[in-house]
């Protein structure tokens, strides 16, 4: 109401006032909101407003000036004031923003940002520069971006980073800063240094929109999970709208980060999509993410680095198991990270880390022993508690550049230390100082797989929770505070999973059997032992490589071996040097439900020449023909002698015994046995008597009568052809009082020809008779395969359904040494590995082990009579030559006996099951599995049909049935099978 009353000259003085207030009071509510800040600790905040502060000035008063001027009032006097007014608010933009000075303005901000400046520009001086001292200047600076990025260059991430922010938030030269971060974040010299200095001392908000830059910073920025309070942290940093804005046809489309990922038919790019995906989920697939980014940046500085740390991250995220945890080493990563991080600074090498922190700590392994559980474990000295701090010592004095820095680092930088190219990566080091505090809590988790009861194990899964729990790595940047605490939350729910679960864990060991090396080519072999209840699966042994001894392979694999079970393993060897040799490696497996399992094993490996010479024997000492005649080779059998001598025992009682059992298991070799021992103990004259031999029931009873009466000093009877039954029976009648409490027992061998009437039709009646009656002086043994007992379970038969049955079953261990070593002990001498391979291999079947020692005579004489010299003892080797010439021999009856006495339908069963099992990879089988297996080699057999051979082969001991699974008693046979009837031939011998 006062302005149209003023006068001309009042006016002027009026839009002039008007014109300072307005410029004043923006000002003063600018630097207002800086002080809030200040005030608030959020010095760095970025509000926008400093994007917002010319425009909405230039604006405002351009509005207002519109205002002032375009009205034309009708009174000269007024018109003339509103344009003096008019003029005066367009003036307070210009002269507010500085315009009519930017000219010299510019000059002094080159001069102040000239490169030889900004390599020695220390804090005080940055202070001063142009756009920190005029605030206000709303117009872009030439040589501020530049500047900023050689200041990262040459004194460090944090003085350029802390320098940028002040720009940004005390200055309007927010195109300059932005650019110039930007440029920080995407060059390769500076980009995951700058990147990890916004990790470790910004915020997620402010970290985001850096991925727009390149894969450098998408890799760091796919390290953090996304959270609740994202929108509401403050923007520390600004380098460009997030997200991003969509696109159509190449074009953006304004107000687009609002609609990023929103609207149909609009996306944002695809690193966007991807990044956003991959953010809400774990850890491990986010560092998949991250390494895949820093796959595409190989030749940054840091690059490999960074990928060390990630790779071990992932190493210890990706933990799916108890029995994974347990494998995670609790050595001190951290402390050899920070060493080589900064050798490498000086030396430009990348070299792992993770493997130099371990390097020199792994100590050499006591003979004999098996080293712990982790090669990389480290002394007890050298482990680290939770919270212990990194020392001045440990960090080194780094050469500083574009490498990230901490603030206390900066200090040292600006007293002229900072020389080199690249800088000791703070950030890296507080990555390794995390696993250094991760791993503290899992020193003696190993412990746990030698508990065995349920409740030890719970106690003891229960107190690591709580140690994890109680772990804080406070002292650490939220950026790898929150890792650790992903981290341990998915540590936790493994061992809470476990303990609810709390039950045995696979234990396995290796050893190795005493055993003479010989120089030359030779088999080693090595005991394998699951000393759990657990099975184990995929287990592979490897060895270490060693000087002047050359295995056959590197690698013994196994599929799999059940708990409490073990098997050997055999090596080629090649050595020629005698000597002591230090033997290790590394034994891995899982369990069933991929529990890893892995451990160190070492021995003294001793390597010497051939031994004594030797000298082929006069005769062979083995005997592979028919039952053995003497003592000198009968080894065994003690326990069953003994139950059949209480058998035999009772005065009165007239027990039946019927021995069953394999061909060539010894059968006859066992009753020879007790008629040269003879049972004067228990008042019995033990007769022999072989069926086959006989040709009618008068030659069968003539002879026994014979022999009768030979064995008592009587006259030998005469039988009458027509009435042999009669005469023998008159003849037994009479011989009766003279013995008094004496018997005969008449063991009678081949006795499967009996139910076949080979005596013909009325014997078996006759020898019931004799084996009940009490009036006759006889007690009765029939001897023959396994078709007697089940010729004992049919309803029709009345002969051997009242006898009791004993199986000749394979020999043990201890028993197959004998067998081996006493017929040959002046002129073999055995290696005890050697023993127990044989046995593994027989099973303890006397007559293959008698081939094995004959097959090895002929080849040790062979050996020596081309004049070559030839050591009498008997390695590993020597006796898998002698296995492989008896699975090649012809006319081997061990075998072929088996082989004959089966139908072509079995045939298909036994070529099948060789040609797919062995005992190394896949030794056993199911009934599902076999049927597959027979299918696969067109062999299929009805499942009828299939179980019931499978069931007879188990109960002729051929075939080991353990639980639902099938396997060869005697892998010899196995071996014989594949080599003989191939399924080819089983399948042509069927055509025929």
């Not at 004043?24 to 407003?49: C, L, Q, S």
């Not at 997620?204 to 959270?227: K, V």
């Not at 006069?618 to 023909?625: D, H, L, S």
């Not at 898998?880 to 006319?891: H, L």
């Amino acid at each position: 109401m006062f302005f149209p009353k003023i006068s001309i000259s009042d006016s002027v003085i009026w839009g002039v006032s008007l014109l300072f207030s307005l410029g004043f009071g923006v000002i003063a509510g600018f630097y207002d909101g800086i002080n809030d800040r200040i005030k608030e600790n959020t010095r760095h905040g970025f509000t926008g407003k400093q994007i917002q502060f010319p425009s909405v000035l230039w604006i405002f008063c351009l509005i207002l000036a519109a205002i002032a001027w375009f009205p034309d009032p009708a009174t000269e006097g007024l018109n003339r004031k509103l344009e003096i007014l008019a003029a005066c608010l367009a003036l307070t933009p210009v002269l507010f923003t500085g315009l009519p000075l930017y000219p010299l303005v510019a000059l002094g901000s080159l001069w102040q940002c000239r490169t030889s400046r900004a390599r020695g520009d220390d804090e005080q001086r940055r202070a001063h520069l142009l756009p920190l001292r005029w605030q206000t200047f709303a117009y872009p600076l030439p040589g501020l971006r530049k500047y900023l990025v050689t200041l990262a260059r040459h004194r460090g991430m944090a003085a350029a980073m802390d320098t940028l922010q002040r720009l940004q938030s005390h200055s309007l030269q927010v195109r300059a800063t932005r650019m110039a971060a930007g440029d920080l974040a995407s060059q390769p010299d500076t980009a995951l240094p700058f990147c990890a200095r916004l990790t470790t001392h910004t915020n997620a908000r402010t970290l985001l929109p850096f991925a727009e830059t390149g894969p450098a910073a998408r890799a760091l920025i796919g390290l953090t999970h996304q959270e609740k309070d994202e929108d509401e942290q403050p923007l520390q940093v600004y380098v460009r709208p997030f997200p991003p804005r969509p696109r159509i046809a190449g074009f953006a489309i304004p107000g687009g980060a609002r609609l990023a990922g929103q609207s149909p038919g609009r996306s944002g790019p695809v690193w966007f999509t991807e990044l956003e995906a991959v953010r809400p989920k774990g850890l491990g697939e986010r560092l998949a993410y991250s390494l895949a980014r820093l796959d595409e940046c190989p030749e940054f500085s840091l690059a490999a680095e960074t990928r060390e740390l990630f790779l071990a991250l992932q190493g210890v995220a990706s933990v799916g198991n108890a029995g994974a945890l347990m494998m995670i080493p609790t050595g001190r990563m951290g402390k050899g990270a920070r060493q080589s991080a900064h050798q490498g600074a000086h030396q430009g090498t990348h070299q792992g880390y993770l493997g130099r922190a371990h390097q020199g700590t792994h100590q050499d392994t006591h003979q004999g022993n098996e080293t712990p559980t982790d090669p990389r474990e480290m002394p007890a000295a050298d482990q680290r508690g939770a919270g212990q701090e990194m020392g001045a010592a440990e960090m080194g004095t780094p050469k500083m550049g574009a490498a990230e820095m901490d603030v206390a680092e900066m200090g040292t930088a600006e007293m002229g230390t900072a020389q080199g190219a690249f800088a000791h990566p703070t950030w890296l080091v507080a990555g390794w100082e995390m696993l250094d505090m991760l791993q503290a809590p899992l020193i003696h988790m190993a412990e746990y797989r030698t508990l065995t009861t349920p409740e030890a194990r719970r106690d003891f899964l229960s107190l690591k929770v709580e140690q994890f729990q109680a772990f804080s790595p406070e002292q650490l940047p939220r950026y790898w505070r929150t890792i650790a605490k992903e981290i341990l939350d998915h540590w936790v729910a493994i061992l809470e999973a476990e303990a609810k679960q709390a039950r045995e864990r696979l234990r396995l060991a290796v050893h190795l059997p005493e055993q003479h090396l010989a120089t030359g080519t030779g088999s080693l072999l090595l005991t394998l032992v699951n000393e759990s209840g657990v099975v184990a699966r995929d287990i592979r042994l490897r060895l270490h490589k060693i000087p002047d001894l050359h295995w056959g392979s590197e690698a013994l694999r196994q599929q799999t071996l059940e708990g409490r079970q073990t098997v050997n393993l055999l090596v080629n060897t090649e050595c020629y040097r005698p000597g002591a040799y230090s033997l290790a490696g590394t034994l891995s497996a899982s369990e069933l439900d991929g529990q890893p399992y892995r451990r160190e094993f070492a021995f003294r490996l001793a390597v010497g020449e051939a031994g004594t010479p030797y000298v082929p024997p006069t005769i062979q000492p083995y005997q592979t023909g028919e039952g053995l005649g003497s003592d000198t080779t009968f080894v065994g059998r003690g326990e069953l002698l003994r139950d059949l001598r209480s058998l035999w025992h009772q005065p009165h009682g007239k027990p039946a015994v019927v021995l069953i059992g394999q061909r060539r298991i010894g059968k006859s070799s066992l009753l020879h046995k007790i008629r040269r021992d003879g049972l004067a103990e228990i008042r019995l004259h033990p007769l022999v008597l072989n069926i086959q031999g006989a040709t009618s029931a008068y030659a069968f009873l003539n002879g026994l009568a014979r022999d009768m009466a030979k064995m008592v000093s009587m006259e030998r009877p005469h039988l009458r052809t027509e009435e042999p039954y009669a005469d023998f029976t008159d003849f037994l009648l009479d011989m009766a009082p003279g013995l008094g409490d004496w018997r005969f027992l008449l063991m009678l061998d081949e006795a499967d020809l009996i139910p076949q009437q080979h005596l013909g039709e009325l014997m078996p009646g006759f020898l019931r008779t004799l084996m009940q009656d009490p009036q006759y002086p006889t007690l009765l043994l029939f001897c023959g395969t396994h078709a007697l007992k089940r010729i004992g379970r049919e309803y029709s038969s009345i002969f051997f359904n009242t006898a009791q049955v004993r199986t000749v079953s394979y020999m043990s261990a201890q028993e197959s040494r004998e067998v081996l070593e006493k017929p040959a002990r002046d002129t073999l001498e055995f290696a005890p590995a050697t023993l127990d391979q044989a046995y593994e291999y027989t099973r303890g079947q006397p007559l293959l082990l008698q081939m094995i020692g004959a097959t090895l005579i002929r080849q040790f004489d062979r050996t020596v009579s081309t004049g070559k010299e030839r050591g009498n003892y008997v390695s590993p080797n020597d006796l898998e030559q002698a296995v492989e010439a008896i699975v090649k021999q012809e006319g081997n009856a061990a075998f072929e006996n088996h082989w004959n006495d089966n139908d072509a339908t079995a045939h298909r069963v036994l070529s099948g099951l060789a040609w797919i099992l062995d005992e190394t990879n896949r030794p056993q089988l199911d009934l599902p599995g076999i049927e597959a297996a027979l299918e696969e080699v067109g062999l299929s057999v009805p499942h009828k049909t299939l179980f019931e051979i499978l069931e007879r082969l188990h109960e002729e001991e051929m075939l080991i049935n353990e639980g639902v699974t099938y396997r060869f008693a005697v892998p010899l046979y196995r071996r014989w099978i594949a080599w003989r009837w191939g399924p080819d031939k089983v399948r042509e011998e069927a055509g025929r």
